[in-house]
Nanobody, 124 residues
Framework: QVQPVESGGGLVQSGGSLRLSCTVP????????FGWYRQAPGKERDIVAA????????HYTDSVKGRFTISKDNAKNMVYLEMNSLRPEDTGLYYC?????????????????WGKGTLVTVSS
């Protein structure tokens, strides 16, 4: 069973920063492409950012470009989402997800494994 585990959510003021972390305990980490997804209250879950299993290519939704950075440390078995200049509309439950394979396939067909989510609340 591949079970991503997220951490790092919390309450932050508008303009502030947070870093989310994700790991997959006990698995061969460097075969997985990872993504961060957000589900805002009353809305569907949408992709925020994703990173290829090799760590050499990334994808961002337009609303977070220039503010969020996804990174992957295969040596530490960790994926991070650095979030800066946070806005109230960034509020939501953030999920870490993974799939074995390249980023372009993940974007087209989605992720196979999902964490339980970590809540990010940005106050105005």
């Amino acid at each position: 069973q591949v079970q991503p585990v997220e951490s790092g959510g919390g309450l932050v003021q508008s303009g502030g920063s947070l870093r989310l972390s994700c790991t997959v305990p006990g698995r061969t980490f460097n075969v997985y492409t990872f993504g961060w997804y957000r589900q805002a209250p009353g809305k569907e879950r949408d992709i925020v950012a994703a990173i290829d299993y090799r760590g050499d290519s990334t994808h961002y939704t337009d609303s977070v470009k220039g503010r969020f950075t996804i990174s992957k440390d295969n040596a530490k078995n960790m994926v991070y989402l650095e979030m800066n200049s946070l806005r109230p509309e960034d509020t939501g439950l953030y999920y870490c997800a993974a799939v074995a394979g390249p980023l372009n396939i993940a974007i087209q067909y989605g992720m196979d494994y999902w964490g339980k989510g970590t809540l990010v609340t940005v106050s105005s």
